[in-house]
């Protein structure tokens, strides 16, 4: 792409972005610098969104160092042979919005919450000034004629959006193995996939190659990169945040949350983005609470339920001590714990997947018909990747497989997926909130897109990563991970809080509590 002030590759990014910066020396030295003497770029970009923040507010840093400092890390970590995290990557862009925002920030003017942070955006999302590949080759010069809704929210609380990260095509798996752009690798073990579908969020905030990210989740695609590359993923209940300018998978189940390295910074992102949508039917219009201003560390007289049935079977050794350890902190910190079972379990993979087939077809035709009026799946169906190629195909009746049938998919939608709810809302009954892994095991190896080994045993990569989140994703509650240890060979695991619909306030404050309590996050060294 040309360097139009819409949006650059990122080898033409590096080498104006590099030109422009005139090289990353601080306009003051590190020593008189606010975060110390012995600090380094790689502890200020490590910081949280509220860190970050309240240096810019204080005049202790600029937007526009702090920007350099990503594009810097980016130059060195990321691109093909890296960490591969971003398709595109608005380094000009950032940088004169940078110089805007820290001139209002010498008048003491500050936009919103998020004045002058670099955020990284899924590229299944909006962007009107940088281009949106949905991380297929179909889309690899689309430039949307305006922003999504969040996209829009984000800029309106004044984030600096720092580009498009890598995810799995059309955000139709769990490995970010991306056929098109090369795969996104894990930045605790480069050898290991860093979940997906939004792999390329995950990625950039576990290596501080962003202040903060965004991703999108149908079935886990915020929460499986979260845990699997250490940081907190939230996903919102279904109509908390607007969805307009996604390219959806499903309307009944898709989500948008952030991707962050803190809780706070997952509160401070979701009130910056939540809010009713003209283009989202389903998004709410009820006041949106301050999140940041109400988070808690007491987790006493909280009561949490353990579903060990379904969630807690065939796991990883490591994931099961972590979690043994995580529940143990929780009943130190005042948290009552007991046993609970989630019934009509076995209806969570055929609804799941019933309702994202047979609503996908229309949904990919009805977004590809704004890049071109005569698109339909068969016309670009070439042009996929064998795993979204054979998906899309069979939803059309090619011989190697059959499209969910109407009357399929209306029983799953509206008897299975009620009988999904009814067997949450049980469980929780008199609680608080539920316990459990968020994946089964740490990061599978990069390559194992249709098995991998759990518990001696050759399993399906798929189902098996989105076993413990797929069933909330169907009954639409909020969730969040947390990291919670790691594994024998330092691979991150998360534990996942799941909440009742609209208790965002709730998930985070026990989120933000357990964090603090355990301190368990450490930096990649990459």
Not at 203 to 217: E, F, N, R
Request: glycine content about 12%.
């Amino acid at each position: 792409m040309k360097d139009d002030g819409k949006g650059m590759n990122r080898r033409e990014f590096i080498h104006s972005s590099l030109a422009v910066a005139g090289g990353l020396a601080f306009t003051t030295s590190v020593e008189n610098s606010a975060w110390g003497k012995s600090s380094t770029d790689e502890d200020l970009a490590d910081l949280s969104l509220h860190q970050l923040s309240k240096m810019i507010r204080g005049g202790e840093a600029s937007s526009k160092q702090i920007v350099e400092v990503y594009l810097e890390r980016i130059r060195k970590f990321d691109g093909p042979e890296g960490i591969n995290s971003y398709i595109t990557v608005a380094g000009d862009a950032a940088l004169k919005q940078a110089e805007e925002f820290d001139r209002l920030a010498k008048q003491k003017q500050f936009k919103g919450p998020l004045h002058g942070l670099p955020i990284a955006v899924k590229d299944n999302l909006d962007t009107k000034d940088i281009r949106t590949t949905g991380g297929s080759k179909v889309l690899s010069e689309w430039e949307p004629p305006e922003d999504a809704k969040v996209v829009r929210k984000l800029k309106e609380g004044g984030a600096i959006i720092l580009g498009k990260t890598n995810m799995h095509e059309f955000a139709f798996g769990i490995t970010t193995n991306n056929p098109h752009y090369g795969p996104t690798r894990n930045p605790y073990d480069l050898s290991r996939i860093p979940g997906g579908s939004s792999g390329g969020s995950g990625a950039a905030t576990a290596a501080a190659l962003c202040a903060g990210a965004i991703g999108t989740d149908t079935g886990g695609s915020v929460r499986i990169p979260a845990a699997l590359c250490g940081v907190v993923g939230l996903k919102p209940t279904l109509g908390r945040v607007g969805r307009g300018g996604l390219m959806y998978l499903s309307f009944t189940r898709d989500v948008i949350g952030p991707i962050t390295r803190t809780v706070a910074d997952a509160a401070i992102m979701l009130e910056a983005i939540s809010g009713i949508d003209s283009r989202d039917p389903e998004s709410s219009s009820d006041s949106v609470p301050r999140y940041a201003d109400l988070l808690k560390d007491d987790m006493k007289g909280k009561r949490f339920g353990v579903p060990k049935k379904y969630f807690f079977e065939v796991i990883h050794p490591d994931t099961q001590r972590v979690m043994d350890e995580a529940i143990g902190e929780i009943q130190k910190m005042g948290g009552a714990v007991q046993e609970v079972e989630v019934k009509h379990m076995d209806l969570a993979t055929p609804t799941g997947f019933n309702i994202v087939l047979a609503e996908v077809i229309y949904l990919m035709e009805d977004y590809l018909k704004t890049f071109d009026p005569e698109a339909s799946v068969e016309k670009y169906l070439d042009q996929l990747g064998p795993d979204v190629k054979g998906v899309l195909g069979g939803q059309r009746g090619t011989p190697e497989s059959k499209p969910v049938a109407g009357y399929v998919y209306a029983k799953s939608v509206r008897e299975d997926r009620n009988k999904m709810i009814a067997g949450f809302e049980e469980a929780m009954s008199g609680l608080d909130a539920l316990l459990l892994p968020t994946t089964p095991l740490p990061a599978a190896k990069i390559g194992e897109d249709a098995e991998t080994e759990l518990e001696g045993k050759m399993v399906n990569t798929f189902l098996t990563f989105i076993r413990n989140c797929d069933p909330v994703s169907v009954v639409g509650y909020p969730a969040i991970t947390v990291p919670a240890g790691y594994s024998k060979g330092g691979l991150p695991i998360g534990l996942q809080i799941v909440a009742r619909p609209w208790e965002e306030q709730k998930l985070l404050g026990i989120a933000h509590a357990f964090e603090q309590a355990t301190k368990v996050r450490k930096a990649p060294k990459i």
